[in-house]
């Protein structure tokens, strides 16, 4: 939430901790502003209010464009093990 609540450019920013969760599973703030971002757009495509599938499924995307190239050279997703 710190890392949306610093961008002025964000309008919206994640009201429950169900939309903020999927998020913390990435690894740098400028992966979780893009995500965020993915997720309002999505809602907005369809007219109604971001939800936590909204963001996961932004964070799933994420991870398909930037699994096996990170990117500015940080892996998307923080390894757990």
């Known amino acids: 939430m710190t890392d949306l609540s610093t961008t002025v450019d964000i309008a919206l920013l994640p009201e ?3 939309q ?6 990435l690894k740098v703030s400028e992966h ?5 971002d993915m997720a309002l757009e999505m809602a907005a495509a369809e007219g109604r209010a971001v939800t ?5 499924a932004a964070v799933e ?8 190239i990170p990117v500015n050279g940080v892996p998307v997703f923080t390894l757990v093990g």
């Open 52 to 56: 936590a599938r909204d963001v996961e």
């Open 61 to 68: 995307e994420l991870d398909g464009e930037n699994c096996k």
């Open 32 to 36: 979780r502003k893009r995500a965020w």
């Open 20 to 25: 903020i969760r999927p998020l913390t599973r």
């Open 16 to 18: 429950t901790e169900w």
